[in-house]
């Protein structure tokens, strides 16, 4: 026979069984985490603007420029007012600095560039749009060209 706290015992066994079984199909899914993660804040700051490049073209202006014909030169703008220049004349490798004239109006600026054979040449030019430009260029030797900047 069972005693009464033996009856006890077994149906406390019996609940306790009963209750695991049940729960085991269970899981329990917080509705609040307590250690929730929220998503990192990702703050994109805009990129500095690029330099663009332009071509230029120089044209023979006197008979000093007329022996070397149409020159390619390369001018690429910070975008801040100042670039650089280079060019081939002759088989002279000729760079530089291109800078807008502060005093007058933005869209006038020189261009000027060393050779690698100790000649140089000053250029001066006027953007007309914001890829357009002429200007006048003359060599250390007198020869003189005009400069056409843009594509």
Known sequence: MFSFASLKRHAALVGMALGVTALTGCYVVPVHPAHSQMAPTAYATPA???????????????????????????????????GTFSTTINGENFTGEATRMAASSSREGVANGAGNRGSYINCKYQMNSATLGTGQCRLSNGAQFTMHVGN
């Open 48 to 82: 500095p603007p690029a330099s663009v490049t332009f071509a230029a073209r120089l044209y023979p202006a006197n008979d000093a420029a007329a022996a070397y014909g149409m020159v390619n030169a390369v001018v690429t703008n910070d975008l801040n007012g100042r």
